[in-house]
């Protein structure tokens, strides 16, 4: 009898041992911390060069320093093209968390406070245009923007410009063919250039020379832009 009742105490304390063990114990559900070197938001120039990733620390409250991971590799910002970029970085602990941090890079063309729709106030020797003209930067070339219907002529949809050094828009001599409207010399090759660029609220003053070149309708005159910004 007494054999029983102590096999019985010994199963008890077993029981309540294991019970009181079974309570203290719990799962590990906090993720790691990923933390980004450097910036988190980066604005690059377009052609600025190869970017070097400078990575991630992660840190777990139960195991401590890890390492954190990225998809850098595969989807570094392109910055010979504009663009937004993002990269991702991942750290998983011994029980299966995961924690991440994103990293966002914009590549941008630098001429890009020109961009935007204009009203267009545009004189020229015994007239005056009115008319409104998109001007997009160039998504490889930095500092280039293009005009879709410069001098208001129909067709005229290559002309660019050069954001300089100092802020201030330049076109460089160039050669539009065939635009214009209706027939003989009212559809022809015209080159343009400007020669001074003013800015103001708002906008900007540009003053242009517009040289038809096709044989037999040669012919210069010059005018003098005001851009508004919508």
């Known amino acids: 009898m007494k054999k029983n009742i102590l096999l019985l105490s010994l199963l008890v304390l077993g029981i309540g041992t294991t019970l009181t063990f079974t309570g203290c114990s719990k799962d590990d559900t906090t993720s790691p911390v990923v933390t980004i070197t450097g910036a988190t938001s980066i604005e690059l120039s377009l052609n600025s060069g190869t970017w070097?990733?400078?990575?991630?620390t992660a840190t777990d409250d139960e195991d401590g320093t890890l390492?954190?991971?990225?998809?850098?590799?595969?989807?570094?910002?392109?910055?010979?093209?504009?663009?937004?970029?993002?990269?991702?970085?991942?750290?998983?602990d011994a029980a299966g968390n995961v924690g991440s941090a994103i990293r966002t890079i914009r590549v941008k063309n630098d001429a890009e406070n020109f961009a935007g729709n204009y009203n267009v106030h545009d004189t020229v020797p015994g007239d005056v245009f009115t008319y409104t003209q998109t001007i997009t930067v160039d998504n490889t070339s930095n500092n280039v923007v293009h005009f879709n219907r410069f001098g208001d002529y129909a067709n005229n949809s290559g002309i660019f410009a050069n954001k300089l050094g100092n802020g201030t828009l330049q076109i460089p001599s160039q050669t539009?063919?065939?635009i214009g409207t209706g027939s003989g010399c009212n559809v022809s090759n015209h080159q343009f250039s400007s020669t001074n660029f003013t800015a103001i609220s708002n906008g900007f003053v540009l003053e242009y020379i517009d040289q038809i070149t096709s044989s037999g309708c040669t012919a210069t005159t010059t005018g003098t832009a005001t851009y508004t910004k919508q």
Request: net charge negative; no cysteine; glycine share 6%.
């Open 52 to 56: 070097i990733d400078l990575g991630a």
């Open 67 to 92: 390492i954190a991971t990225s998809d850098a590799s595969s989807v570094n910002p392109n910055t010979s093209a504009v663009g937004t970029y993002t990269i991702t970085y991942i750290a998983t």
């Open 176 to 178: 539009a063919i065939d």
